[in-house]
């Protein structure tokens, strides 16, 4: 069935340092693929998407690119700051699954000073 | 704008007990969804709707109940709690169409314990 993996946290980071959260994804057909992030005492938000293949979504810094070929959609970011800090869910939406989206487990990041 | 709302923040429960999780939006959207959040298992989808009238189970329905007689409002019930139901659980509600459907506005969350 459809699942998304993302890779095992919590991730610690130093301000300034590279973000690179690890995601993949099996479904049928073509999915639509989602970074949604959590902050702390809040709901999920979105904060990029890309909705076919070698599309780019973008958003606060934050990168992420959807590859077909490796079924991945992995988040990165340059340069993190203290404010980045929080839950990270990788989702995606089949073709016909409007407003049904499947999650993955969520990384949780934390950037020091 | 209020987005969405949920009522209560925080319950506790004994087990068999009955109690409904209140989620209303005020953006017209046509699609509203309820997913519970357990530690290292991400968001899973337990009911979702279209619309008015119209409801459909997701991965794990199995102990709720919904109806949705407005387009504001979907209400989520618990009909007898057993302590496998203690979660975090986030309303959600989108436009539709190919563009809006999946990008969803979450309501701040519902923490159920259940004894």
């Known amino acids: 069935g459809d699942s998304v993996t993302q890779m095992e946290g919590p991730v610690t980071l130093s301000e300034e340092a590279f973000l690179t959260i690890n995601c993949t994804y099996t479904?049928?057909?073509?999915?639509?693929l989602f970074w949604y992030v959590q902050y702390p005492g809040e709901g999920l938000q979105l904060l990029l998407k890309a909705t076919k293949a070698d599309d780019k979504g973008s958003n606060k810094g934050f990168e992420a690119t959807y590859r077909k070929e490796t079924t991945s959609f992995h988040l990165e970011k340059g340069s993190v700051q203290v404010s980045d800090s929080a839950v990270y869910f990788c989702?995606?939406?089949?073709?016909?699954?409007?407003?049904?989206?499947?999650f993955g487990q969520g990384t949780i990041l934390t950037v020091h000073p | 704008n209020a987005g969405v709302t949920q009522t209560p923040k925080f319950q506790v429960l004994k087990t068999g007990q009955s109690m409904t999780l209140q989620c209303a939006q005020d953006m017209n959207h046509e699609y509203m969804s309820w997913y519970r959040q357990d530690p290292g298992m991400g968001l899973r989808l337990i009911h979702y709707?279209?619309?008015?009238?119209?409801?459909d189970q997701g991965e794990v329905p199995n102990g709720y109940n919904v109806s949705r007689s407005t387009t504001e409002d979907f209400p989520l019930r618990l009909l007898s709690a057993a302590p496998s139901q203690t979660s975090v659980y986030f309303c959600a509600s989108s436009t539709g169409g190919l563009a809006g459907a999946n990008v969803l506005t979450f309501g701040a969350g519902s923490r159920l314990t259940v004894l």
């Open positions: 989702a995606h939406a089949g073709g016909t699954s409007y407003g049904k989206l499947t």
């Open positions: 709707s279209v619309g008015a009238g119209i409801t």
């Open positions: 479904a049928t057909g073509y999915p639509s």
